[in-house]
């Protein structure tokens, strides 16, 4: 599915959120406090969007290694790292968020940009976070959410159930992928369920912050 939507998945992801998407992901990289010196993972790199955000910060990230398991979405994502001058400093792996090819604290940071929900087994992916993680390295996590404020929240659902799915299919020409988007929202532990499942995975300082009224959550923490 991912492979089949990769070609236009930048063009929806801007369109569908009105551009605040980037907003979203210079946000997360302004919580790990960079200083131009680190390394960072990014899980479910996708297209590689947060990845070359996280260079590209004032400071940013000096190296930046990006997993995904589809290899279209990584092709999309080497043309734009080629394009950005960026091949020196990120790499492109393909490999699966809960067994990367990441030796033990060896990162400074890991991202996740609206992956999280679809690793199969969210354990698992916690623990591969912390494992690759140095002694106090950070993470930032962006994943949708639902609103709970009651007039946004019903205007939302709304959105997200029936016009947000009818935009995916006409431009991405994927029946299936956005209907699969707002199930799999809704059916993904949010807010403080995933600031729990962090902690038990022996994150610290974990919190979830709500971004454009609840429509996204910034999950932040840091490995001890």
Not at 55 to 68: H, Q
Request: glycine share 8%.
């Amino acid at each position: 599915m991912f492979d089949a939507i990769a070609a236009r998945y930048d063009l929806l992801n801007h369109i569908l959120s009105a551009g605040i998407d980037r907003r979203w992901r210079r946000r997360a990289i302004r919580s790990l406090q960079l200083t131009g010196r680190e390394r960072l993972l990014d899980l479910c790199t996708g297209t590689a969007d947060l990845a070359i955000a996280a260079r590209k910060a004032v400071p940013g990230a000096a190296r930046v290694v990006g997993v995904d398991f589809a290899a279209a979405m990584l092709r999309v994502a080497a043309d734009k790292v080629q394009r950005g001058r960026q091949r020196a400093s990120i790499a492109l792996v393909r490999g699966d968020a809960t067994r990367s090819p990441i030796a033990s604290a060896s990162v400074d940071a890991v991202t996740v940009a609206f992956g999280i929900r679809n690793v199969a087994d969210l354990g698992a992916a916690c623990d591969e976070m912390r494992r690759v993680l140095k002694p106090g390295g950070r993470l930032a996590i962006l994943e949708f959410g639902i609103p709970t404020r009651p007039g946004v929240r019903a205007a939302y659902l709304w959105y997200f159930t029936h016009v947000l799915p009818r935009i995916g299919r006409l431009v991405s020409r994927h029946n299936a992928a956005y209907a699969y988007l707002p199930a799999s929202v809704t059916a993904f532990a949010s807010g403080d369920e995933l600031v729990t499942i962090l902690r038990q995975h022996d994150f610290l300082d974990v919190s979830a912050v709500p971004l454009t009224f609840g429509i996204v959550f910034l999950y932040t923490g840091k490995r001890g």
